[in-house]
């Protein structure tokens, strides 16, 4: 996700005339520090970073969709709510919308990006935060 962005700034810069890009400087790497587990009918998330594990059950007739695991974050995709987990945040769910179905779920470092057929949602795994934009209808 950072990758493309980079590409595509970096392709935009060097079409502008007059214009001179430095290389870009490499961020640190964040290190892996969380695992999930999913058990039966809860998730447990292993934070190494603070050596703790934190659980959360699903409710009655809750399946789950669609997980993915970063370096700092986790996002779960299930049949009532979408569920963050940061390693500094804690877990933080979002109802899922009626009709809502799951397109694409990818998790990098802190972040995360979830697209359904509604919506276009990210979550950061430091502040714990969701933000959401309404996808356009007819497309």
């Not at 870009?24 to 520090?33: L, N, R």
């Not at 699903?58 to 669609?66: D, P, Q, S, V, Y």
């Not at 697209?115 to 276009?120: C, D, E, P």
Request: aromatic letters at 6%.
């Amino acid at each position: 996700m950072a990758a493309r962005l980079h590409v595509l700034l970096c392709c935009a810069l060097l079409a502008a005339p007059g214009v001179i890009v430095a290389p870009a400087q490499a961020s640190e790497a964040v290190p892996k520090q969380v695992h999930l587990v999913v058990d039966g009918n809860r998730l447990i998330a292993s934070n190494a970073r603070f050596s703790r594990f934190d659980e959360l059950k699903f409710n009655a007739r809750e399946k789950l969709i669609g997980q993915a695991v970063g370096e700092a974050a986790i996002v779960v995709f299930t049949n009532q709510r979408i569920i963050g987990y940061g390693v500094l945040s804690g877990w933080q769910a979002i109802r899922t919308e009626a009709g809502e179905k799951l397109e694409e779920l990818e998790v990098e470092d802190f972040a995360a990006l979830v697209i359904t057929n509604n919506r276009l949602l990210n979550f950061n795994g430091e502040s714990g935060v969701w933000a959401e934009r309404a996808r356009p209808t007819g497309q």
